[in-house]
């Protein structure tokens, strides 16, 4: 089960690359059965296919840039998807709501979690506000969502720099 916060046709690098990396895995390995679970944005259909993946939207509210989800749908969404037939979690950028609530809900079922990391800082926004905000959301539950984790993947030597030098991960 690949998580997602946002999938296509929300449009941005991680939803490319999400897109992209799982349909070439998908199709070069076609004994896996690969799933994206993400939030319903940009008036996406709740379920399609997309090639080779399942793809399966919870409802949400909020902004499309960051949304928020009820609890309850995603555990309906992982009820419908038989969540405990998965062999593993695969989550992306630590500081997302639905990332972490995911790596939690993995962790507490006792599923293992490849987390793949795509940001190599800390999210600024032109409100400083925000950025304080979002500072202090990274350093606690960021850090708790990296530390949960059976293993992380950078994808870039930037990005394992910043997480080796900012959460001690190596």
Same mark, same amino acid.
């Given at each position: 089960? #690949? #998580? ?19 349909? #070439? ?17 940009? *008036? ?11 793809? #399966? ?5 909020? =902004? ?5 989800? =009820?609890? *309850? ?84 030597? =930037?990005? *394992? *720099? ?9």
């Amino acid at each position: 089960l #690949v #998580v997602a916060t946002n999938f296509p046709p929300h449009t941005g690098g991680v939803e490319k690359y999400t897109l992209d990396f799982f349909s #070439v895995l998908g199709q070069e390995y076609r004994n896996l059965d690969i799933s994206i679970l993400s939030l319903q944005t940009a *008036k996406a259909p709740k379920r399609e296919r997309i090639g080779v993946l399942n793809v #399966v939207r919870v409802p949400c509210f909020g =902004s499309d840039i960051n949304p928020f989800f =009820s609890p *309850k749908k995603v555990q309906g969404a992982l009820e419908d998807m038989d969540f405990s037939s998965f062999d593993l979690v695969i989550t992306q950028c630590r500081y997302y709501l639905f990332t972490g609530y995911m790596v939690f809900t993995a962790r507490r079922k006792g599923m293992p979690v490849l987390h793949i990391e795509h940001n190599a800082g800390y999210m600024l926004h032109k409100n400083p506000l925000i950025t304080l905000i979002a500072r202090l959301y990274d350093v606690f539950i960021g850090r708790k969502v990296l530390s949960k984790a059976t293993s992380i993947v950078a994808i870039s030597e =930037s990005v *394992k *720099k910043f997480l080796k030098e900012n959460f001690k991960i190596t």
